[in-house]
């Protein structure tokens, strides 16, 4: 059912320290910061060969991130991101195996404009994990 990965999520307490730390130390292609205030988080998308980065940084009060970096002040893996085809498909695929999907079960649009639906870290060996349909 999984495709593959398009991301993995880095929480991040300083957003132009990993900047800097992406382009200049690691040499990477690093995006423009997205601000997405329907997450709670402002972007910033690193290209890589096979997959991309995504760093992660709270925007607003009650940024979903703000928890996460309290625990985690340097900052940390927060969530990787599969692609599935058919993201319905997917959701009523899990719903039916008892995985848990987070919030109402509807798919909100993502950093990419494409749908996406958040599964319950406890259920995947305390991953977060994030589809998006592609
Ligand atoms: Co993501």
Do not use: W
């Not at 900047?19 to 690193?46: C, M, W």
């Not at 009650?62 to 340097?74: A, C």
């Amino acid at each position: 059912m999984i495709g593959r990965l398009n991301h993995v999520a880095i929480a991040v307490p300083d957003l132009n320290a990993a900047i800097s730390l992406y382009r200049d130390t690691l040499g990477a292609k690093v995006n423009p910061p997205q601000d997405e205030p329907d997450h709670g988080v402002t972007v910033v998308f690193i290209d890589l060969p096979n997959t991309k980065i995504e760093l992660l940084y709270p925007l607003g009060e009650d940024s979903p991130i703000k928890g996460f970096l309290e625990k985690n002040p340097s900052g940390g893996i927060h969530h990787i991101c599969y692609e599935v085809e058919d993201i319905l498909a997917a959701r009523d695929h899990l719903a039916a195996s008892g995985a848990r999907v987070l919030g109402t079960g509807e798919p909100k649009i993502g950093a990419h404009g494409k749908p996406v639906l958040f599964l319950h870290p406890k259920d995947f060996t305390g991953t977060l994990v994030e589809l998006e349909q592609v």
